[in-house]
């Protein structure tokens, strides 16, 4: 045991009228929502980078926090390690979520940054053994580093490609060892800046190349998770491959890799990209593309990526609307890819920082239930297109009708729709009642 942690013990579940600012007074892990435990619903997850590995830091000012594995190569790495089980354990979830150079310094070769991977993932490995905590997804570093500021797999340099290529193999390798069920591609110099030295073509070939090596060697190993690619904006590159689900798809289906790889959701990623974070929820589950989400929030007064903690119960119930309706999330599930502020110095302030997210999760999932449950939303959706089902009409839908014969039977059957209230006021009370 490590003395980072001295003098905090588990988080435990206390109800709403709790005033223990270190108690969940939402998130109740074994009350049964919808014929599931909460903690199954959610698969909530912790993510190294932000909680472990992030110094303080924003666009203006550097490190902030003093944690005591900073700078201390593979020694501190070893410190780390111990304290992220601890946490792990005090805040009581099954899942935590990694990038490679979280977890273990990067050497000044592929050989060396590998070699310290497997032996930070051996320990990590025994301590997943002891606790009983699971890996939710891996995930490999591709945009830190000056090698990739032209991208890793849509860089001009076939050299930084292939480097790219036996980063993620050694790390991929690691999520299926560890029993990961998920393994994340987020592409976060994979765009351009300016199309004065830039082939859009080239690069997305070479994307969709670097993806098939990962899907073929995913399949050759044995991995059984899902593979996914987290859309994002615009942040960092001026103009991003994956900026939203819309475009990840499009992207996929020209290349024929629609049915091998799903989303990884982001809220922030979604407010950045002009969505809300429902609206890409629900064209990824119309698409069968809704793997895993990531939960946070932005600073709506900051235009970058801010990664607070979620705090909006109603977005959240909206959000596990979609969720629920789509069956769940399989393997996948809620990563908290948010942070405490740069002012939040203490260790309890992470626990703060994940108690609110997982209260305000839990009071958008009960939320989604009771509405689901009510049934008036469904309802009211269905009536408004009702009219799709009557036999007219289905046939358009079907293609069993041409454009002369829609003409030809408006004409016989002197069709003169009126408009009709959408009710979106109405509906939004309704939503309210619940969250």
């Not at 007074?25 to 199954?40: F, L, P, T």
């Not at 996914?228 to 904006?233: Q, S």
């Not at 950045?272 to 709506?300: C, K, W, Y």
């Not at 108690?355 to 009510?374: E, S, V």
Request: net charge negative.
């Amino acid at each position: 045991m490590t003395d980072f942690f001295k003098g905090l013990s588990q988080v435990k579940y206390e109800g709403p009228e709790s005033r223990n600012p270190l108690a969940f007074r939402h998130y109740n892990k074994d009350e049964v929502i919808a014929g599931k435990r909460m903690e199954d619903h959610v698969r909530p997850a912790i993510a190294y980078w932000h909680t472990f590995a992030q110094e303080g830091g924003d666009p203006f000012g550097g490190r902030t926090f003093d944690r005591p594995w900073f700078d201390k190569g593979m020694d501190g790495a070893k410190l780390k390690t111990e304290v992220a089980f601890e946490f792990f354990d005090l805040i009581d979830v099954p899942f935590f979520a990694f990038h490679d150079v979280d977890v273990a310094p990067e050497g000044e070769t592929l050989a060396e940054s590998n070699k310290n991977l497997r032996i930070i993932g051996d320990l990590i490995a025994a301590n997943m053994q002891k606790s009983g905590k699971k890996l939710l997804w891996g995930t490999a570093n591709l945009f830190s580093n000056r090698r990739y500021m032209a991208g890793a797999a849509t860089n001009p340099d076939p050299e930084v490609f292939a480097y790219a290529a036996g980063q993620v193999k050694a790390v991929l390798e690691l999520t299926n060892e560890l029993g990961g069920e998920n393994y994340v591609l987020w592409g976060g110099r994979e765009g351009y800046e300016t199309l004065l030295n830039t082939k859009i073509g080239q690069e997305q070939d070479q994307m969709a190349r670097f993806l098939t090596l990962v899907i073929e060697h995913a399949e050759k190993i044995g991995f059984k998770g899902q593979i996914l690619i987290e859309p994002k904006p615009q942040e960092p590159s001026k103009h991003q491959y994956d900026y939203d689900v819309a475009t990840v798809f499009g992207f996929l289906q020209k290349y024929g890799l629609e049915k091998k790889v799903k989303c990884n959701i982001e809220v922030g990623h979604a407010f950045l990209a002009g969505h809300s974070f429902e609206h890409e929820l629900a064209v990824a589950s119309s698409l069968g593309m809704l793997g895993s989400v990531d939960a946070n929030r932005n600073d709506l007064q900051s235009g970058w990526d801010t990664d607070h903690f979620p705090n909006n119960a109603g977005e959240m119930a909206l959000a596990f609307y979609y969720i629920i309706k789509q069956g769940g999330l399989g393997k996948g599930g809620f990563n908290f890819d948010a942070k405490v502020r740069r002012q939040s110095l203490d260790p309890a302030d992470l626990l703060h920082g994940h108690i609110l997210g997982l209260d305000t999760l839990a009071r958008g999932l009960k939320g989604a239930a009771a509405l689901i449950a009510d049934g008036e939303f469904d309802k009211l959706l269905d009536e408004r297109y009702a009219g799709w089902n009557q036999k007219g009409a289905a046939a358009m839908l079907k293609g069993e009708r041409s454009l002369e014969e829609i003409a030809a039977w408006v004409h016989a059957e002197n069709i003169n729709p009126q408009p009709r209230s959408g009710r979106q006021e109405y509906l939004e009370n309704l939503v309210n009642r619940f969250v």
